[in-house]
């Protein structure tokens, strides 16, 4: 009978055998979701609601601000700390118009949640002053009615920082994250030109 049970179960390609390693396998893979199940719920996010009183490191300095759950950075620099620099033309940052380094990379403030900006270095184009970007701006004429001016001149910066020496086509293809509706592309690129040649 027993020779019989063994010669099925290896015409099958199964036995008991293969069947407790089987069950082992599924305990063991039940008991480990169970635990990361307990582990996720341990660490389930807080809910905050209301405002929230938080420091924001802008341009060098700490600021106390009071900002809801869905305040953006944009809206905390520009109605709280009064940097209007950046501008809210697209809540979605196609625009880039509301460019700012966020620890030294280039980021839309209309995406970035204020609560998300703690702990960050923040740098709005008021910090850069008379760099030589804005001077080759004026300089060129890049701009006519300006609203996306502070961010072509914070993409332009940063493209600069990265490549000094960037060509033609390295500053076209590094600024085709903004936006200019007024169409003064030309001369905005021919200002980043002049910087990369170390003029303005
Ligand atoms: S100058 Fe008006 S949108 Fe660029």
Redesign the pocket.
Known sequence: MTDLKNKAARKSGFNRRDFFRGSGAIAAATALQTQTAEAIQNQSPRVISGETSISLNVNGKDHQVKVAPNTTLLDALRYQLDLTGAKPVSSDGSSGASTVFVDGKPMTASTILALQAVGKKIETVESLGADAVQKAFVKHDA???????PGFVMAVRSLLDKKPNASKEEIRGGLNGNI???G?YANIVEAAISVAKGGN
């Open positions: 701009e006519q009615c300006g609203f996306c001016t200019c509706r007024c003064t």
